[in-house]
């Protein structure tokens, strides 16, 4: 296997024989034939694009969702992984049949392989993996560094088709950027794909936003509860507000409490889940925690997406996967059908026979600043700056992680000083968001927008201000960007941040490694990446604009 598409990537290179993260050789490999499959996918469905009645729904969430799977700590299943690769080969089948048996020439392998035997799937992988590139490392950089954006702006895609909100426009663009990575084009030409995948990172998360306010109404200022109440119970990990929703449903009047883990945290802000008195608060922390945190709650678990981690045999045997995540091993909750529910009877069921979760802390967190809710505080917020009160917005959105050099982050919030805003999204906030750090003339010290997705408000937040303060550059407001990496979507979100204008972005705790050094040193020319340095010199150069 070779896997560098996380922070945690070992030595900062890639995995090798196991990954960091627990996937094993045969998942990665897997993974790496679903996605030459879905190139070949793409090629045909490019193809039929040329034709009129070619209707591109199907393929485009298909494709959304196998890469999603194949995102960090999403799906550790080879079976299902499997799965998709037989239900890729055939819908290219039935894309070839419809609009490609007419095409000559050298087709690319990822057109012409095929093997309806699963025993097959393995070998076949060795040849197409990542390395598979050949010897230029900036073409496989700037290739890889697309796919690893496509495949957290599918994940966002996913969360937005499960509430009713496709873009077939969406689609287009990641079934021909797919394409593009097996053509042969200019380093010019793939940056220019790159940069495209920013700009629809950004369409994406703005359909997401569409999607889940629609549903679910603006989310608002929330406290809380970080502790525990006597009913037994049921923890929600993962990202996905429709699974929230049904579980609610289907625990309504039973005796069961439902709480949320990582980064279903911000799913108490939106009004629509309030008037569920037995949705109870959050418990635990961030994702690495779970193995701790799963073991004391006593309850049944439910991972709707990423982030999943090597379970222990103490919660096992009570710990269900839904969607596209999975663990070999472990029961999954199958698809709603057309215009019904999942079923949760099985988790509830066993969720009454359990104790009740043991409390591991008491207090509140208090949360809901999407742009929507600051925006109304705009005029409270622009006098605050204007009166000195606030100095400097610091946005620290992104991914937690395990390495202790990601204290770096709690330190920086202890140290900020007292006239600065935090800004964060993403799990990255279980560094900071307990801490008691104070208020600004009422406004908090610590304003959380929400999920990694969530990391659009904060740009258009700061989009917004820039309005306000009739600035021609957002680089001249009183912001600086300190963004904790882990995963695919933070690359999405990146990438968005970027094709928006966001320049002198603070990265860490490492540089991608799948960056190599000619791609590394443009980024660093264009837009002044940096990679995180000392707590007190971070601190500033920001506080001087720097």
């Not at 627990?22 to 469905?45: P, R, W």
């Not at 037995?278 to 193995?291: D, E, T």
């Not at 529910?341 to 999407?370: H, R």
């Not at 003339?441 to 997705?453: F, S, T, Y």
Request: aromatic share 8%; glycine share 8%.
């Amino acid at each position: 296997m070779f896997c560098y598409q996380c922070q945690e990537t070992a030595r900062n290179q890639g995995c090798t024989v196991r990954g960091v993260c627990g996937k094993q050789e045969t998942t990665a490999n897997l993974m790496d034939l679903l996605i030459h499959i879905l190139k070949g996918v793409s090629f045909y469905a490019k193809e039929a694009s040329k034709h009129a009645e070619f209707d591109n729904t199907k393929t485009g969430l298909f494709i959304t969702r196998a890469l999603f799977a194949t995102i960090t700590n999403a799906n550790f299943d080879d079976a299902r992984i499997s799965a998709l690769i037989k239900e890729a080969l055939e819908l290219r089948k039935e894309l070839k049949g419809k609009y490609g048996n007419d095409l000559s020439g050298n087709l690319p392998d990822c057109a012409v392989w095929h093997s309806d035997n699963p025993a097959d799937y393995q070998a076949k992988a060795a040849e197409v993996g990542v390395l598979s590139t050949g010897s230029n490392e900036d073409v496989r950089s700037l290739r890889q560094l697309l796919i690893y954006g496509l495949k957290g702006i599918s994940a966002y895609s996913d969360h937005a088709a499960v509430l009713g909100y496709e873009d077939k426009e969406l689609y287009k663009f990641i079934i021909e950027a797919l394409v593009s990575t097996i053509t042969d084009l200019s380093v010019d030409e793939m940056v220019g794909w790159v940069m495209k995948a920013g700009e629809n990172a950004v369409k994406t998360m703005a359909l997401l936003d569409k999607a889940n306010t629609s549903t679910y109404g603006n989310p608002e200022i929330t406290k809380v509860d970080i502790g525990v109440r006597g009913n037994p119970g049921i923890l929600i990990s993962g990202h996905d507000l429709k699974d929230l929703e049904e579980l609610l449903e289907q625990t309504e009047g039973c005796g069961v409490d439902v709480y949320t883990h990582s980064e279903m945290l911000p799913a108490h802000y939106y009004p629509k889940f309030k008037k569920y008195k037995h949705f109870a608060g959050n418990y635990g922390g961030s994702w690495w925690k779970q193995n701790s945190d799963f073991e004391t709650f006593n309850g049944p678990i439910l991972m709707t997406t990423n982030c999943i981690i090597p379970l222990k045999d103490s919660y096992k045997d009570r710990i269900f996967t839904t969607g596209m995540a999975g663990y070999p091993g472990v029961k999954h909750i199958a698809d709603r059908t057309e215009n019904g529910q999942k079923n949760f009877s099985e988790v509830v069921a066993l969720a009454k026979t359990c104790k009740p979760p043991v409390e591991i802390e008491k207090g509140e967190i208090v949360g809901g600043f999407a742009h929507s809710q600051v925006l109304a505080l705009a005029d409270k917020v622009v006098a605050a700056v204007k009166s000195g009160a606030i100095k400097r917005f610091v946005v620290m959105a992104g991914c937690d992680g395990r390495q202790k050099g990601r204290s770096y982050f709690t330190e920086i919030a202890e140290n900020l000083p007292k006239d600065t805003i935090i800004l964060t999204a993403g799990c990255a906030k279980y560094r900071y968001n307990k801490l008691n750090l104070g208020d600004i003339g009422g406004i908090p010290r610590v304003l959380d927008a929400g999920q990694c997705n969530d990391s659009y408000s904060l740009a258009v937040i700061a989009l917004t201000l820039k309005d306000v303060f009739e600035l021609d550059d957002v680089n001249k407001l009183p912001i600086s960007f300190d963004i904790a990496w882990y995963e695919q979507k933070a690359v999405a979100v990146l990438l968005a941040l970027l094709y928006l204008g966001f320049k002198g972005i603070r990265l860490g705790p490492t540089l991608p490694g799948f960056l190599s050094p000619a791609v590394a040193k443009v980024l660093v020319e264009k837009f002044d990446i940096k990679l995180i340095g000392d707590v007190q010199g971070d601190i500033n150069a920001m506080m001087e604009g720097r």
